[in-house]
C-alpha cells in the first residue's frame, strides 16, 4: 500500500478513536506515533519527534496557569469576576469575546489561547460561561478572525497568498489588494461569533482538564508571600513573551520553560507537581497531533486529498459549486492536518482552477486561506485547537454540536462574500 494511503489510515484510526472517547486521547496520539514507524511512514526519529518547541511552551503554561489557581491574587480575581457574572453574565460573555477578537489580532493562535484559557480559569463554574464550554470556541474564533483587520502581521497577508499563485497571473487585477482580506472574513467571522454567542450552550457542561487540580486548592498549605511574587513573575514574564512573538524568536517558547524551572528551583510548585502538569494528557495529546500533521504533509496525504477535490470539479463546473467545493474540501483538510499546510496546498490549486476557468481568482484564493484557518472540529486542526479541545475535556460527539454549525456558517459567510464583494 502506498505510503500516503497508510498515513491516511493512521488518521482514521485516530479520528475514529476519538469519537468513541474510549481512551484519552494522548493516549491515541502516542499509538499514532507508535504507528508511523511500524507501518514505515516516519522514521524512528521523527515519529517520535514530539519534544517540540510548541509542546515545550505549553507544558511550561501549564505549570504556571495551575500554580496561579492557588495565589490570593486569583482568589480576588475570581470573586470580582464571579461578581461580574452574577449580575450580567450577557455582559461577561460579550466582553470575554471582544477580548478574543481584539487578541487575534496581534497574537497568532498559539500564542493568544493560552493565555485566554488562563483567563477563562479566573470565572467561577457556577454559571453557565466555563473553560469546558469555551476553550474550544476560544480555539476556532481566535483562528477565524485572525489577519481580518489591516493592522500588525495582517499588513503582510495579501503579499503572503499572492505568492502562492504569482506565477499563474495573467491580470494585475487578479492578485490580492491590501483590503480584499476584510471584505472576505468580516461576515463568516461574525457569523461564527454570533453562533458561539447561543451556541456554546449545546456542549455540557464537564470538568475541564486544566482545573484537575483545583479541587485540592483549598486543601493546600497556604503559599507565603515571597513564593506568590514568583508565581506572579513567571506568569507576567509568560504572557509578555507570548504578546512580543515573533519579535523575540524561539525566546518566546524558552521563557515558559526557564518559568518552569524557576518554580522549581524555588519550591514555589512541588517538583511532583510540575511533573503531573507536564505529563498532562493535554500536553501528550498536542505532541502527538504535531507529529500527525507533519506526516500527513511529508507522506504526500495532504496532496492526495488536493488531487481528490479537483477531481469533483468535474468538467463544467460553476462558479457556486466551485467555491462550496473548494471551501468545503479545505476545511476538511485543515481539521484533519495542519492549517498552514492546508492553505499551502489547496491556494495554488484554487487559483489555477479559477485562472484556468477564466474566473477572478482573488475570491476563491481568500475563500480557501479562511477556511483553511477554520480550525476547530477536530483537535488535529492545529495545536491551538488540540489545546482547545483537550482542555475543555469534551467528548467529540458533544463538541460537534457546536463546531459542525460554526463550519457551515464560516462557508456561507465565504461563500455570500465572495458573490457580494468581488467580480468572480
Known amino acids: ?248 524568536g524561539e525566546w518566546q517558547y524558552v521563557i515558559p520553560l526557564i518559568g518552569l524551572f524557576i518554580l522549581a528551583y524555588t519550591k514555589s510548585v512541588p517538583v511532583p507537581t510540575i511533573v503531573k502538569d507536564i505529563t498532562n494528557d493535554v500536553v501528550w495529546m498536542i505532541a502527538g497531533i504535531l507529529v500527525m500533521s507533519s506526516a500527513l504533509n511529508a507522506s504526500g496525504a495532504g496532496q492526495v486529498l488536493g488531487d481528490a477535490i479537483v477531481s469533483l470539479l468535474g468538467d463544467n463546473p460553476s462558479k457556486l459549486v466551485a467555491l462550496l467545493i473548494f471551501g468545503t474540501a479545505t476545511g476538511v483538510m485543515t481539521n484533519l492536518m495542519s492549517n498552514i499546510a492546508s492553505r499551502a496546498i489547496m491556494v495554488p490549486i484554487a487559483a489555477m482552477t479559477a485562472i484556468s476557468a477564466g474566473w477572478n481568482p482573488v475570491p476563491f484564493v481568500l475563500t480557501v486561506s479562511q477556511m483553511a484557518w477554520c480550525a476547530v472540529v477536530l483537535p488535529s486542526a492545529s495545536s491551538a485547537a488540540a489545546l482547545g479541545h483537550a482542555t475543555s475535556n469534551q467528548k467529540l460527539s458533544d463538541s460537534l454540536k457546536y463546531t459542525i454549525p460554526f463550519f457551515i456558517l464560516a462557508l456561507a459567510g465565504c461563500i455570500i462574500s465572495s458573490f457580494l464583494f468581488f467580480e468572480i
Open 1 to 248: 500500500m502506498p505510503v500516503e494511503y497508510r498515513a491516511l489510515l493512521i488518521l482514521a484510526f485516530m479520528i475514529i478513536n476519538f469519537l468513541l472517547n474510549k481512551y484519552p486521547r494522548g493516549l491515541v496520539t502516542m499509538t499514532c506515533c507508535l504507528l508511523f514507524y511500524v507501518t514505515g511512514v516516519l522514521e524512528l526519529s521523527e515519529a517520535f519527534n514530539i519534544v517540540t518547541t510548541t509542546t515545550l511552551m505549553i507544558a511550561g503554561m501549564f505549570v504556571a496557569i495551575n500554580a496561579m489557581q492557588r495565589t490570593t491574587a486569583m482568589e480576588k480575581i475570581k470573586g470580582a469576576i464571579g461578581f461580574l457574572s452574577n449580575k450580567s453574565g450577557h455582559a461577561l460573555l460579550i466582553g470575554f469575546l471582544a477580548i478574543v477578537i481584539l487578541f487575534s489580532q496581534f497574537l497568532g493562535t498559539t500564542s493568544s489561547v493560552p493565555i485566554l484559557i488562563a483567563f477563562l480559569c479566573t470565572i467561577p463554574d457556577n454559571g453557565d460561561i466555563s473553560v469546558s464550554r469555551l476553550a474550544i470556541p476560544v480555539a476556532g474564533l481566535t483562528a477565524m478572525w485572525q489577519y481580518t483587520f489591516p493592522v500588525g502581521n495582517s499588513l503582510t497577508l495579501p503579499v503572503e497568498l499572492n505568492s502562492y499563485y504569482g506565477a499563474m497571473v495573467t491580470d494585475p487585477s487578479q492578485t490580492i489588494a491590501l483590503l480584499d482580506p476584510l471584505k472576505l472574513k468580516l461576515l463568516p467571522c461574525l457569523l461564527v461569533t454570533i453562533w458561539t454567542y447561543f451556541g456554546f450552550k449545546l456542549m455540557p457542561k464537564v470538568e475541564a482538564n486544566i482545573q484537575m487540580g483545583k479541587k485540592n486548592a483549598k486543601e493546600q498549605e497556604k503559599l507565603p508571600l515571597w513564593k506568590e511574587i514568583i508565581i506572579y513573575i513567571v506568569m507576567i514574564a509568560d504572557m509578555v513573551g507570548l504578546f512580543l512573538g515573533s519579535r523575540i
